[in-house]
């Protein structure tokens, strides 16, 4: 179909408009309005989109019109009443993926042909949000780091990509040749977990009430009398009912740490008292009675210390939204507000009002600068180019705004139709070493239409 251009602000890339999306809803007005009573989940990819319901997923490109779209019907438990919570991309040099989240704790990754690669219990308790990102070493991060981050009420599990894509690469070599020795789909689920289970972390980060949603924003320094320690902490930001932001210090092993050591010798009755009350606290949650199937799902807690905590009632946290570098955190609240966390100093930066149900990006934008660029045409634009902003989109407004971080001014304000949905593309794992340099951007879906756009990098 031609492209058209509706606005300066926005280029259209092509259209998902088709009969197959009937059962997620398509067809009524406003069937894709992010609001808390919708039950479609997006995740966006460079050349594809996934939309799932309860237990649908639609995987589409939005490039191509001719090109087939795969249905993935997910395989789970009707005596459970089990959906889907959540989906995400995971996208590897030579491998892409799609990873399904339920409401009974499974983690699920499915090949783009609908073929269950993994299958694995996290936790028990329904999985809010799986969260790709990387963080790259500097001044300010002691290492690199890029993970699957799962978010659960009141529980973070952390899955590092490594393990992940080692176990994919596996399985592809793996169904390559069983394609040649024609074997059957049902070997093929008996063999389902020859992988293994993939290694993660699991933290109990509850101490301030169940969380809504999290995030591991980077790796943090260790704490005073662990300097010299080689054991690795992250730091996690968490928003919830009771407490709208609260932040935690997470061990990355179970191992008593060098604090721990000291009191065992220096103290060894107080360090058996507190190894007691820890193990009783650690292990104090409660167990629902698991299937045989579910025995795997065990996993004990690691560590979590806790930083900071806001507590401002009614006010209770909705969205959390990480910057590419981690270091700031856009989180809306259900008093209408936007507030701009610097995750490292943990402290509140900047604060806009009067954006009810908002959801929010950050994005890269060219933004005066002609004056800087070199006469040649030929000049590809660096990340020195680029400066972060915020995507705000406002649906009772029907606005997308975007603001120049931190404190810089409101660069756009752009007119939007009610069913529209706000969205971005999955971090890319291995693109801490990208080059050239690839700005992070922003998408609209409007959902009456089935047009996706994406918003311009460049303003003048």
């Known amino acids: 179909m031609p492209m058209t251009k509706r606005s300066h602000h926005l280029t259209e890339l092509g259209c998902i408009a088709g009969e197959d999306l009937t059962e997620f809803g398509a067809g009524k007005e406003g069937w894709l309005t992010p609001d808390a009573g919708t039950t479609v989940i997006c995740a966006l990819d460079a050349h594809s989109l996934a939309i799932a319901n309860r237990s649908i997923v639609l995987i589409l490109g939005w490039s191509d019109q001719d090109k087939h779209r795969v249905q993935i019907r997910t395989e789970l438990s009707p005596i459970e009443a089990e959906r889907i919570t959540a989906i995400e991309w995971l996208v590897f040099d030579d491998i892409k993926v799609i990873a399904v989240g339920t409401s009974r704790g499974f983690l699920l990754i499915y090949s783009l042909r609908g073929d269950l690669i993994h299958r694995q219990m996290v936790y028990h308790r329904q999985i809010i949000k799986l969260r790709v990102c990387g963080t790259k070493k500097d001044l300010m991060q002691e290492g690199s780091s890029e993970e699957v981050c799962v978010v659960m009420p009141g529980v973070i599990a952390r899955f590092d990509g490594s393990d992940i894509q080692s176990m994919l690469q596996r399985w592809f070599q793996d169904a390559h040749s069983r394609f040649w020795d024609e074997k059957s789909k049902k070997d093929l689920d008996d063999d389902e977990n020859s992988y293994g289970r993939l290694p ?31 054991q690795r902490y992250y730091c996690a930001v968490t928003i919830g009912d009771d407490a709208v932001i609260s932040a935690f210090r997470l061990s990355a092993d179970r191992k008593r ?74 989180i809306t609240d259900s008093l209408g507000r936007i507030l701009l966390l610097d995750t490292q100093a943990l402290v509140v930066v900047r604060l806009w009002k009067g954006y009810r149900d908002a959801n929010c990006f950050f994005m890269e934008m060219l933004v005066n600068r002609d004056d800087k660029r070199p006469s040649s045409s030929h000049h590809i634009p660096g990340k020195s180019d680029y400066c972060l902003c915020l995507a705000i989109h406002a649906p009772r407004k029907g606005v997308i705004e975007v603001w120049q971080m931190r404190t810089g001014p409101r660069l756009l304000a752009l007119n939007c139709a009610k069913g529209c949905r706000l969205l971005q593309p999955t971090y890319r794992f291995g693109s801490l070493s990208d080059s050239p340099y690839v700005p992070l951007e922003v998408f609209l879906l409007d959902g009456d239409s089935g047009q996706l756009s994406v918003l311009n990098r460049l303003l003048n």
């Not at 109990?204 to 009398?225: E, F, H, Q, R, W």
């Not at 579910?294 to 690691?302: A, M, Q, S």
């Not at 401002?312 to 939204?321: F, S, V, Y």
């Open 257 to 330: 740490s060098l604090v721990g050591a000291i009191l065992s010798k220096v103290m060894p009755a107080t360090f058996s008292t507190i190894a007691s009350f820890s193990k009783m606290i650690w292990q104090s949650q409660p167990t629902p009675n698991k299937k045989p199937e579910e025995n795997n799902g065990c996993h004990d807690f690691v560590p979590a210390s806790s930083l900071t905590c806001l507590k401002d009632h009614p006010r209770k946290g909705e969205k959390l939204t990480l910057s590419p570098s981690g270091t700031l955190a856009a």
């Open 200 to 230: 993660y972390q699991l933290w109990n980060v509850s101490k301030y009430g169940s969380c809504v949603d999290a995030a591991i924003t980077g790796i943090m320094p260790p704490p005073l009398m662990e300097l010299q320690s080689s």
